[in-house]
Nanobody, 124 residues
Framework: QVQLVESGGGSVQSGGSLRLSCAAS????????LAWFRQAPGKEREAVAA???????NYKDSVSGRFTISQDNAKNTLYLEMSSLKPEDTAMYYC??????????????????WGQGIQVTVSS
């Protein structure tokens, strides 16, 4: 069983930056998909970015060019660098993982492991 723990959230003003981290309790062998999701109050959970075992990345259109997903396999850690933040980025952010080849096309229900979530608040 893999445990995921997010850190790095907080409150920033519009245009600011934050870096989220997601530490895994153990190594996840290939194939795998690691992703960041977010959920705003009253809205469905949505995928923000994903990276697979071959380091292929995908992004939600509204964050492309502003967010960067990356992984440090030596530290079993996933990152999400967020810049030019907007109030509409405000949400609870979750990291997630599964052990399948399909990555960006995955549904939330495909992900076996989830972090507890961390709040990101962007004020105007």
């Amino acid at each position: 069983q893999v445990q995921l723990v997010e850190s790095g959230g907080g409150s920033v003003q519009s245009g600011g930056s934050l870096r989220l981290s997601c530490a895994a309790s153990s190594y996840i062998s290939s194939p795998y998909c690691l992703a960041w999701f977010r959920q705003a109050p009253g809205k469905e959970r949505e995928a923000v970015a994903a990276i697979n075992a071959k380091s292929r990345t995908n992004y939600k259109d509204s964050v492309s060019g502003r967010f960067t997903i990356s992984q440090d396999n030596a530290k079993n850690t996933l990152y999400l660098e967020m810049s030019s933040l907007k109030p509409e980025d405000t949400a609870m952010y979750y990291c997630a993982a599964h052990r399948r080849v399909t990555c960006w096309a995955s549904e939330p229900s495909d992900f076996e492991y989830w972090g507890q979530g961390i709040q990101v608040t962007v004020s105007s």
